[in-house]
């Protein structure tokens, strides 16, 4: 039988693999992961199931939408959009949206 320790703490996963990542990944990769996090809060439902974050460099946000009239109206929002977003991280991480027809995985 294997016995606990009192003192041994739970620890979540999400914080072993933001340790992991911080030790392996560039932090642009870890960036890139909490925008994904934060994406469907940040630009709403609406605009999450016709638009998905694809890369971010540079301060550029590189973003898959389904379609070409999509693409023209979050060119309207995007501004909107990136302060939502950084608001979301608690930082200016995106500094401009890159709209493009491409996959959009859930």
């Known amino acids: 039988m294997v016995?606990?320790?009192k003192?041994?703490?739970l620890?979540?996963?999400s914080d072993i693999l933001?340790?992991?990542l911080g030790?392996?990944?560039p932090a642009k990769d870890t960036q890139m992961t909490r925008i994904w996090d934060i994406w469907d809060t940040a630009v709403g439902k609406a605009i999450s199931m016709n638009a998905k974050p694809d890369s971010f460099k540079g301060g550029i946000l590189f973003v898959?939408?389904?379609s070409s009239s999509w693409i023209h109206q979050l060119k309207f929002l995007?501004?909107?959009m990136i302060?939502?977003?950084?608001?979301?991280l608690d930082k200016t991480a995106v500094k401009q949206l890159r709209f493009k027809i491409g996959k959009i995985f859930s």
Do not use: C, F, G
Request: glycine share 0%.
């Open 23 to 25: 030790k392996y990944r």
């Open 64 to 66: 898959n939408v389904s």
């Open 83 to 88: 302060l939502n977003i950084n608001k979301q």
């Open 18 to 20: 933001n340790s992991a």
């Open 11 to 13: 620890i979540h996963i």
């Open 78 to 80: 995007e501004k909107e």
């Open 7 to 9: 003192k041994t703490k």
């Open 3 to 5: 016995k606990k320790d």
